[in-house]
C-alpha cells in the first residue's frame, strides 16, 4: 500500500509540473499574439532587404528631394525619377534590386529584394535566394519618409516583374 502512495504521489508532481509547463506555453503565446509579435520567420536576406530599404536607400531618395531644391511638385518630380531609373535593376554596388509601383500622390510603393548566398554549408552558391521588404516612401515638405508594410500578395517573390501594380498597397 506505500508503493502505492509513493507511485500516486509521484505522478501528481509529474502531472503538476506538466500543467504548470502548458500553462505557462499558452500564457506566453497569449502575450505574443495580444503584443502583435509576428510569426514569420525573418531570414537573412529579409533583414538585409530592410536595412537597405531604411539606409541607402532612404537616404538617396532624400538626397534627391533636397537636390531639387524647389516645392513639394518638384521634390515629387526628382523622387520619382530616381525611383523610375533604379527599378528593376540591381542597384550599382549592392546585391538589391528595387521594384516600384505606381505612386498616388506624393507616396511610392516599393519592393526591395536582397540576393543572398548562404554557403554555410555547401561552400556552393545552390542555397541562393531573394530576400523582400516593402514600403510605402513618401515625399513629405521636408523630408521623404519610410513606412515598412507587409508585402502585399501581389508582390512577387522575386524581382521577375519590370514593375509593380497598385493592388494591395495601403496607400491612402
Known sequence: MAALRVTTTATRKWLGALLMVAAC????????????????????ADREAESFADGYLLQQ????????GAAGGERVAQVEILLTSMTGERVTGSHETILVGPRKGTSFPVAIYSYWEDTTFSGAGDDAYYGRACHVYTVGTRAVT????????????????PALTSDGWPLG
Do not use: Y
Request: one cysteine or more; charged letters at 15%; aromatic letters at 2%.
Open 61 to 68: 531618395l532624400n538626397i534627391a528631394a533636397a537636390d531639387s
Open 146 to 161: 519610410s513606412v515598412p508594410i507587409n508585402c502585399p500578395t501581389s508582390v512577387p517573390e522575386q524581382p521577375s516583374v
Open 25 to 44: 506555453a499558452f500564457v506566453l503565446i497569449v502575450i505574443g499574439t495580444l503584443s502583435g509579435a509576428t510569426d514569420e520567420v525573418r531570414r537573412p
